[in-house]
C-alpha cells in the first residue's frame, strides 16, 4: 500500500497518514530524514492518544524529539523510544515502510 510521495514530507518533518494494518485502519506518523523515512502508529504509549495536536501537525522540541501533544512525552526519533515523560522507557509502536521511486509503501 503507498502511503506517501516522499516530497509530500518535508526533510526532517512529520506526516499522518492512514493505512490498514492486520485488517484495522490505523493513523501512521511518518518521519523523514533526507531520503530515508521512519514510520510508528500514531497512538502514544502513555494513555493510547494521538501525538499530533490536528491532524498531522506533531510537535518537534528543540532538541529534535517528537513530543506528544497530549501530555508532553518525549521521543527520539531513530527508534521511537519514549526518553522523557509519563511513559519514559516505552515507545512508539514501529510500521515497516520501503521507499521506491520517491514513494513511501508499506512494507
Ligand atoms: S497520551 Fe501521550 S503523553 Fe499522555
Known amino acids: 500500500m503507498r502511503l506517501s510521495a516522499l516530497n509530500d514530507i518535508a526533510d526532517g518533518g512529520f506526516a499522518e497518514v492512514e493505512a490498514m494494518i492486520d485488517g ?3 493513523s501512521l506518523i511518518l ?3 533526507g531520503d530515508e523515512v521512519r514510520a510508528w502508529l ?4 502513555h494513555a493510547g492518544r494521538r501525538l499530533d495536536w490536528a491532524p498531522g501537525q506533531f510537535l518537534k522540541s528543540k532538541d529534535g524529539h517528537l513530543v506528544c501533544a497530549a501530555h508532553g512525552a518525549s ?18 509502536r514501529a510500521v515497516q515502510v520501503q521507499l521506491r521511486d520517491g514513494e513511501v509503501w508499506l512494507a
Open 42 to 45: 500514531n497512538v502514544c504509549p
Open 31 to 33: 518521519y523523514r530524514l
Open 75 to 92: 521521543f527520539e526519533l531513530d527508534r521511537g523510544d519514549c526518553i522523557a515523560g509519563p511513559c519514559r522507557g516505552d515507545a512508539l
Open 24 to 26: 484495522d485502519a490505523e
